[in-house]
């Protein structure tokens, strides 16, 4: 997972000041994932999982070290260049959808198409699309509300998918949901990755089903990788 | 005002790096749609706005309303092309015939006044002259002088003036029964409504051909005898010879509410041909009072009438070079404007606390917005939006609270005007007043209105829509 990749970083630290005191959420993490590859991410609560999906999907910027996708340095774009690599390279998932409620699924689908100066015909159909493909067509003008957990994780897999990323960025997609809607989301999740070559980091707690679908697994403790393994 | 400005540029203009810009129609697109969310708070916010707009709108209409009233009557009537020519220095008739530049005891006196101790009497002959200079359509002099009227067993102290006929023909005579009188020589007269009115008549028509008598007082100087003037103190006695004429009502006319320089402001008027008859004494100076008639040479004032108001600097200087004052109307009109500048600028200031109080509701409402969107910022800048984006948005959704208010404030403003226009007039045509738009509504008014409104909601839009700009997503995003 060290050599030249199609995502890497090297020497990923970041440091919180609370007041007087530093804490090191992330400390020299290199990392390299292929193209089309599946990681997974696991570790304990505050191990700097969910810090490190802020910083690949250029929410956060590292303390130091880099990261590196497609070979452009994204630790070294400013505000403006980073929301365009959110918009177009990277798409993110949460564990709470982060759906916006006043919207409908087709409404969330379409949003980021707005930022990328799209027609709303356009952002319209796009949407409908991405709904088809996550199997929400019918629901298209539903509110969050009446949809269910899983329905509105697939709207937000929809969303982050509707720019055409080549990143997925998933932070613990199934830690709101039962477990058959968890694996319903995962396999819809490596179904994108083996049919599109989507390149997906999803950080999970279920270890056993990142071992039945991911490439790779890295073990998160204390902001540092205490384990690297390859499953396929 | 010009950091405003460029502020406003630079969040609006700032450039995109390579990619398609948001679209303007989508961020405004967005922002109704936002706000439509949030109806019952946008309404309230809108409503602020539309009470400040429309204050402001109600008192600008009014502002611009009186000025128009002013300036339109005074073209019509023609005042523009009228010019008061006088005796410079304020001097009487009586001292422009009797001053003798020789005396030692004058000297002073004729020293500060030397233009106008060479200046010419006011008279027939010199009104002649004024006729013949270029430019010049008509000119009178200004002949008023007290009078008792008796009418219908009533009597009323007034002034009578003496207008000829072709004045009271123009425009500056506004008839409202009868006809102004045929010829500077016909033995009839023009009375006001409001004398009319003071005599308990209200039908003016049904005093058209009526006679009416006219009595004048001339000062006796023989009658000042020093022995009768105990009694004379007493009110006795007094050293006034009265005399009463018969005229026959030709017209009433409508009495002009407006002060300042006006040919046609007495209440009684009558041609020359019978005024040069009668017996009377003039009101120009005191002092004319103790002068016998025939040694009061000249009058008082002479009223040029010019046929365009291209003439009137020449005709001024011509009456300056040659010692006397003059005045007119249109110099007046810098004056005119300045006051109405000032009036305009006490309204927009008490219009202008409405506005404040509307703009701190708008900041109130989108801080609101912030803190209640604050999830939904860190998503947007989580699917790619940037700082700008977002700062546009709150943006945008400002300028439509404005642009709402700006609507709907300035139909609020035309509504009330139009209901106060309404009423002032149900009360003061009653009163015998003419239907007047009291509130006008130009054009750059009503565009400048909504603009104005935009233009502050995008002003009180502008912190608040840094502030969200400004959320960290990451926090934002874990926000419950």
């Known amino acids: 997972m060290n050599s030249d990749g199609f995502l890497e970083t090297k020497g990923l630290t970041k440091v919180y000041s609370l007041g007087k005191i530093n804490v090191v959420a992330l400390e020299d993490v290199n990392l390299s994932v292929e193209e089309g590859k599946f990681l997974g991410v696991t570790g304990p609560s505050g191990s700097g999982k969910s810090t490190l999906m802020n910083l690949l999907g250029g929410l956060d910027t590292p303390s130091s070290g880099s990261i590196k996708v497609e070979g452009k340095f994204i630790s070294e774009l400013d505000k403006e260049e980073l929301s365009l690599y959110r918009r177009y390279q990277v798409g993110m998932i949460f564990q709470t959808f982060n759906i916006i409620s006043s919207y409908t699924a087709l409404e969330n689908v379409a949003f980021p198409l707005l930022f990328a100066g799209v027609s709303k015909r356009e952002r319209h159909h796009r949407a409908g699309e991405m709904l088809e493909k996550v199997g929400l067509i019918n629901r298209k003008d539903h509110r969050p509300a009446e949809l269910s957990g899983g329905e509105q994780q697939r709207v937000a897999i929809a969303r982050a998918l509707v720019n055409k990323p080549k990143i997925l960025l998933a932070d613990e997609p199934t830690g709101n949901l039962d477990t058959s809607t968890s694996r319903q989301i995962v396999q819809t999740l490596a179904e994108l990755n083996k049919n599109q070559g989507l390149t997906i980091i999803m950080i999970s707690h279920e270890l056993s089903m990142l071992a039945e679908f991911a490439d790779d697994v890295i073990h998160l403790c204390d902001g540092k990788v205490v384990e690297q393994e390859k499953i396929r | 005002m010009m950091l405003f400005i460029c502020a406003m540029g630079k969040l609006l203009n700032r450039k995109k790096s390579g990619k398609e810009p948001v679209r303007i129609s989508d961020y405004i697109e967005h922002s109704f749609s936002n706000l439509r969310k949030k109806k019952l708070r946008t309404f309230l916010t809108t409503f602020g706005v539309v009470i400040g707009i429309g204050a402001l709108v109600s008192m600008f209409s009014f502002g611009k309303g009186v000025q128009k009233n002013v300036t339109d009557s005074f073209k019509k009537m023609g005042l523009f092309n009228y010019i008061a020519v006088y005796p410079s220095s304020g001097r009487s008739r009586g001292e422009q015939a009797n001053m003798d530049p020789d005396d030692p005891q004058n000297q002073i006196q004729y020293e500060q006044v030397s233009d106008s101790a060479n200046s010419p009497i006011l008279d027939d002959n010199f009104l002649q002259e004024i006729r013949e200079i270029k430019g010049v359509e008509s ?188 005045f007119a109307l249109i110099d007046q009109l810098k004056e005119i404007k300045t006051a109405f500048m000032f009036m305009d600028m006490f309204l927009l200031a008490v219009a202008m606390i409405g506005i404040t109080v509307a703009s701190l509701g708008i900041i109130n409402t989108m801080v609101m917005s912030i803190l209640e969107r604050y999830r939904e910022i860190g998503i947007m800048k989580a699917v790619g939006a940037s700082e700008n984006d977002v700062k546009k948005i709150f943006f945008f959704e400002s300028g439509v609270i404005g642009f709402l208010g700006g609507i709907f404030g300035l139909a609020l403003g035309w509504v009330v005007s139009t209901v106060i226009n309404q009423i002032a007039n149900h009360f003061l045509v009653k009163q015998g007043a003419p239907y007047t738009d009291y509130f006008s509504f130009p054009w750059w008014l009503c565009l400048g209105a909504v603009g104005f409104s935009i233009l502050v909601s995008l002003g009180a839009g502008l912190y608040p829509a840094v502030r969200a700009a400004r959320v960290d997503p990451v926090v934002a995003l874990r926000h419950d």
Do not use: W
């Open chain 2, 139 to 326: 000119a009178f002099a200004e002949i008023r002088f007290p009078a008792q009227i008796r009418f219908n067993e009533k009597e009323q102290f007034s002034l009578v003036s003496v207008i000829p006929a072709d004045v009271c023909r123009s425009e500056l005579m506004k008839l409202r029964a009868g006809k102004a009188y045929e010829g500077d020589d016909e033995n009839s007269l023009i009375i006001n409504d409001s004398l009319l009115r003071r005599m308990d008549i209200k039908d003016f028509e049904a005093v058209i051909g009526e006679q009416i008598e006219v009595s004048t007082l001339a000062m006796d100087p023989n009658l000042l005898n020093p022995m009768k003037l105990m009694s004379i103190m007493q009110g006795e006695n007094l050293p006034f010879n009265q005399e009463s004429y018969t005229f026959t009502i030709a017209g009433v006319a409508e009495r002009m509410g407006m002060g300042g320089f006006i040919p046609v402001r007495s209440d009684v008027y009558m041609p020359p041909g019978p005024a040069e008859d009668m017996k009377k004494i003039s009101l120009t100076n005191i002092k004319d009072f103790f002068q016998p008639a025939e040694k009061l040479k000249g009058y008082s004032a002479i009223t040029i009438k010019v046929s365009s108001v291209k003439y009137i600097d020449s005709i001024k200087k011509q009456m300056k070079d040659r010692g006397l004052g003059t």
